[in-house]
């Protein structure tokens, strides 16, 4: 298994530009996540998912967008970069929303210029 | 502001010895507490997690001990090895919660030779 996979790894993009993340996962987890983390600090939850077709909103939610047609497939959506959106952004799933952990994917970088 | 903190940002440590790496939580409806590591340039991996109804849990070379009372969670990691040097966040869930996890800020953990 190849458990979260991230497209792209790097992207730079220009203010105003607009781009999707692409988040897969091939352990048929229910529960999908996007986080953002800035330098030295820890991960904040941007969106979440908790089952095909659902989407909810996180702690920094604005500016972004997300949907949820496939039940492996979790998409991240800037329709108007801005460059306080420069981050790393990390993809997470997990089979069950109670006392599970949750798995991340390698990340995303992206600088919005 | 955050709900999960970290005492110290940095801990550098001796290849051989023990590190504990402390963390403060501040929700008492939090239930669940996982504590991952972060290598350089890669996305969080899951190290041990621990539930509200126990005060510690052991796993290979790491513990983890939960203290309700002060609302504290600690890490140790027995005989450091270099290829534990990394950032180690604590993470808290609240109970019964579908949403994400809520991360602290990080230590970054040194092991010298």
């Known amino acids: 298994n190849a458990g979260v996979t991230q497209t792209p790894k790097f992207r730079v993009l220009k203010t105003g530009q607009s781009m999707t993340l692409l988040c897969a996962q091939d352990?048929?987890?229910?529960?999908m996540y996007w986080y953002r983390q800035d330098p030295g600090m820890g991960l904040r939850l941007i969106h979440y998912?908790?089952?095909?077709?659902?989407?909810a909103k996180g702690e920094v939610p604005d500016g972004y967008n997300v949907s949820r047609l496939k039940k492996q497939n979790f998409l991240l959506g800037l329709e108007s970069a801005a460059p306080s959106q420069t981050s790393v952004y990390f993809c997470?799933?997990?089979?069950?929303?109670?006392?599970?952990?949750?798995?991340f994917g390698p990340g995303t970088r992206l600088t919005v210029l | 502001g955050e709900s999960v903190g970290l005492h110290l940002p940095t801990l550098s440590v001796q290849e051989g010895d023990n590190s504990i790496i402390n963390c403060a939580y501040s929700?008492?409806?939090?239930?669940?507490f996982i504590w991952y590591k972060q290598e350089s340039g890669k996305g969080p991996q899951f190290i041990i997690d621990?539930?509200?109804?126990?005060d510690k849990r052991q796993g290979q070379r790491v513990t983890v001990l939960l203290n309700k009372t002060v609302k504290h969670l600690s890490l140790q990691i027995a005989a450091t090895q270099p290829g534990d040097s990394a950032v180690y966040f604590c993470?808290?869930?609240?109970?019964?919660?579908?949403?994400?996890?809520?991360f602290g800020k990080g230590t970054h953990l040194i092991i010298q030779p």
């Open positions: 997470a799933s997990s089979g069950e929303p109670g006392y599970n952990e949750q798995f």
């Open positions: 352990m048929n987890h229910e529960y």
């Open positions: 998912s908790v089952g095909e077709g659902t989407t």
């Open positions: 929700n008492s409806a939090s239930d669940y």
């Open positions: 621990i539930r509200s109804n126990m």
């Open positions: 993470a808290e869930k609240l109970q019964g919660g579908a949403d994400g996890l809520t």
